[in-house]
């Protein structure tokens, strides 16, 4: 039992669903809002077909299409939201790009892409919330 714990692997405890409802949750906390000309007036338009998580949306202000990752650092990634939520995770607790890679069995360069990314997108965030802008984008 307690070689079987050893080897559970922290990816295989969460869902995707869990990781779309959590992102939504962070990105709009007042509710869905366009990315495109931040209207609240936005309908649902079923899920993605190669991500059954990730939501589809279409604005009524501004008739654009847009899902759960548009306008984010991880719209077109290749990776998995998983990875990335576990990346951030693993920021969080201070582990090197090294040790991540290892954790996720992901290639070095890959981690490091993604940290630089993650790092970026945070002080882009700092940076538009100085200025006035509310909302995480």
Known sequence: MIAEFMQLK???????????DQLRELRWPEGRQCPFCDSHRVI??????????????????????????TGTIFAGSHHPLKIWMLVVYFMGLNLSNTQIAQELDLDKDVVHDMT???????????ASEAGGHRGVR
């Open 10 to 20: 922290l990816q295989n405890l969460m869902s995707d669903e869990q990781c779309y």
């Open 116 to 126: 630089a990314k993650l790092r970026a997108g945070l002080l882009e965030k700092k």
């Open 44 to 69: 649902r338009r079923g899920f993605d077909d190669q991500h059954p998580s990730k939501q589809r949306y279409q604005c009524k202000g501004c008739s654009r299409r847009f899902d759960d990752l």
